[in-house]
Structures are given as structure tokens and as C-alpha cells.
């Protein structure tokens, strides 16, 4: 049974670090490609950060770029989002997903991913 855990989620202040873990059961990661999604209340379902199965290739939102780090260790089944200066914005409700097809060109389409997690809270508050 195909299976992902995130952990990780909580209550930081604005400038503050958070990192996630999204947890395999059932399938090996590194043949999957694997993307972070975050929801707010009201607003659609976004990618966040998105790794390749192969090559390990890292794509990330504009909102993101330079302040979260995605990466993958094959060893522990895990992806880990590592997020910095985290901004009020950032508060969403974030998910990891994984698919075994697909092009870099629609990594942020919530429709082309198979397998997801139950979600992770992350509040940026002070």
C-alpha cells in the first residue's frame, strides 16, 4: 500500500525556519518524481517545490525561490522541504505528492500526481 507521511509543520514567527519531511511507504522514492503543494483557506492548491526522479532536478515556485530547499535521501525514503524567512504568506496547509510520469513543464499541476499525503500545518505568525 502506497503510502506518504508529512511531519514537520508548527507555529514559527516571520523570519523563522520550519523543515518538512514526507515519509514513502509502499514505493521507492527515488523513482518517482515527488512535489510539495500548499493550500490556504481560500485560495487553490499550489506547487510549491518539485524533485525529479532521475537526475534529481529542483524546481520551485518565484515565491519560494531562495528561501526553500528541497531534497531527497534514497536511503530513509524521505523528501525534506527545508524552509527559510518564512513570511506570514507562507501559512498554508502543505502537502507532498508523488507521480511516475509527467514533464517538468506541469510540475505544479495538482491533477497529474498519483499519490498524496494527509497535509501538514505550517502558521507564520508572531
Known amino acids: 500500500q502506497v503510502q506518504l507521511v508529512e511531519s514537520g509543520g508548527g507555529l514559527v514567527q516571520p523570519g523563522g525556519s520550519l523543515r518538512l519531511s514526507c515519509a514513502a511507504s509502499g514505493f521507492t522514492m527515488s523513482s518517482n518524481a515527488i512535489a510539495w503543494f500548499r493550500q490556504a483557506p481560500g485560495k487553490e492548491r499550489e506547487g510549491v517545490s518539485y524533485i525529479s526522479s532521475s537526475w534529481g532536478r529542483t524546481l520551485y515556485a518565484d515565491s519560494v525561490k531562495g528561501r526553500f530547499t528541497i531534497s531527497r535521501d534514497n536511503a530513509k525514503n524521505t523528501v525534506y522541504l527545508q524552509m527559510n524567512s518564512l513570511k506570514p504568506e507562507d501559512t498554508a496547509i502543505y502537502y507532498c505528492?508523488?507521480?511516475?510520469?509527467?514533464?517538468?513543464?506541469?510540475?505544479?499541476?495538482?491533477?497529474?500526481?498519483?499519490?498524496w499525503g494527509q497535509g501538514t500545518q505550517v502558521t507564520v505568525s508572531s
Open positions: 505528492a508523488a507521480r511516475h510520469y509527467g514533464t517538468v513543464r506541469d510540475w505544479s499541476f495538482p491533477n497529474t500526481y498519483n499519490y
